[in-house]
């Protein structure tokens, strides 16, 4: 049987990285501009954002657990599967009037369902790769970054001349695109090689953690670093206030984030050529800890724009050496489980949750600068765990 085209599998998932990280900015990063425009008050926002974080994290062990213990079920039908259900509640959303409750369960779904098509498309990157395909991932998940980024840019002058109702229409729009796209996609091959562990039995996350101390501690080192990540992203507009700024320019801080992000994820065949992807993802979690410093000493707007372009080292080498570290301490049967667990443990999961509960608390208390020297902390102490976790790596390969 003939091989699929590299060229046309990496042009295919940039495309529906274009798409689908166009529509998640859509639908996710104006969560408190669009359902203030529903009505709903800052404390209801902040209780529909965390039901958001949990029920991602639920779906995402249930859909993840279900693909590795039934490999025979295509992962891209179950991605279709996901696509529907959040386009229907989307439109529903739309197109229906709701009770406060319901549009806020409706909204709630719609995201957590979303958020889980991130793991699974990288999943079906890492199918290619273990059927013997060597794909890049880096170029076509930078597209995801920069589309993102200009997404969100246009999303913010667009909705200021209309309203943020324009968020479910463009929304549904990328939706209906990228099922059309994952399509196009060629079916993996069959992996070439067998497990590693052939006697590893398909059975819970607890068994799969238990059998996988390197995994745990990348876990843990992600679960710490994000909550360090999180409260200094969070109370950036309370930083650009302080020096002057408004929204406007912390929109333009969100673009260079996210923009910051594409150089390197081009660059990534190069960098791993020269630095093992362990070393590529230690110097991120090392990044992450000066990234809080920069904004604490930031005395001007340029200066913040600055500390947003250090995302190149930060999120941009996280982006794809995490999951390719991932996918090579694991087992191909436990693939999906693995990438859906780094996805859970970071910035959009357990990490966000605690990082954004600790920054509510402390930040009244102690003030910003003590809040993201607090950052730090806990970004150096992820590294640290980073660490740990690399050595023990490579004790086991020897």
């Not at 398909?202 to 059998?211: C, V």
């Not at 390197?214 to 679960?223: F, G």
Request: charged share 10%; hydrophobic share 50%; net charge positive.
């Amino acid at each position: 049987m003939k091989q699929p085209s590299r060229m046309r599998i990496e042009s295919n998932f940039a495309a529906l990285q274009g798409l689908y990280w166009a529509g998640a900015c859509a639908l996710t990063a104006f969560t408190a501009v669009y359902l203030s425009w529903q009505g709903l008050s800052d404390g209801q926002i902040g209780y529909t954002a965390s039901l958001i974080y949990l029920v991602t994290i639920v779906l995402s062990l249930l859909l993840s657990g279900y693909s590795d213990r039934h490999p025979a079920f295509p992962l891209k039908k179950l991605m279709t599967l996901l696509f529907l259900a959040s386009l229907f509640l989307t439109a529903g959303l739309h197109l229906l009037p709701m009770p406060l409750a319901l549009l806020i369960s409706a909204y709630v779904l719609a995201c957590s369902l979303d958020n889980c098509l991130g793991p699974m498309s990288t999943s079906l990157m890492m199918q290619y790769l273990n059927g013997g395909i060597p794909v890049r991932y880096g170029w076509p998940r930078g597209v995801g970054s920069i589309v993102y980024a200009l997404t969100a840019y246009g999303l913010g002058i667009w909705m200021d001349r209309v309203s943020p109702g324009i968020l479910p229409p463009v929304f549904l729009g990328m939706d209906v695109l990228g099922i059309a796209v994952l399509w196009l996609m060629p079916d993996p091959p069959p992996r070439q090689e067998p497990p590693r562990d052939e006697a590893a039995p398909k059975d819970s996350y607890f068994a799969m953690l238990r059998r996988n101390p390197t995994l745990v501690l990348l876990l843990l080192a992600c679960i710490v670093s994000g909550m360090g990540i999180c409260p200094a992203s969070t109370y950036r507009i309370r930083i650009v206030e302080q020096l002057g700024g408004s929204a406007a320019q912390l929109g333009k801080m969100v673009f260079l984030d996210a923009g910051a992000e594409l150089p390197i994820m081009f660059l990534s065949p190069l960098l791993l050529r020269r630095m093992k992807v362990e070393s590529l993802l230690t110097v991120s979690f090392l990044a992450n800890a000066v990234k809080p410093l920069l904004l604490v000493w930031a005395g001007s707007i340029p200066a913040l724009y600055a500390a947003s372009l250090f995302n190149f080292f930060c999120f941009g080498i996280y982006g794809f050496a995490s999951v390719l570290f991932a996918n090579a301490i694991v087992t191909p049967g436990e693939t999906v489980r693995s990438q859906s667990l780094l996805s859970l443990c970071y910035t959009s999961g357990i990490g966000g949750i605690l990082g954004n509960l600790l920054g509510g608390a402390l930040l009244p208390r102690i003030g910003l600068r003590a809040l993201l020297y607090t950052c730090c902390g806990l970004c150096c102490l992820g590294a640290a765990l980073m660490l740990l976790c690399v050595r023990r790596y490579r004790k086991e390969k020897i």
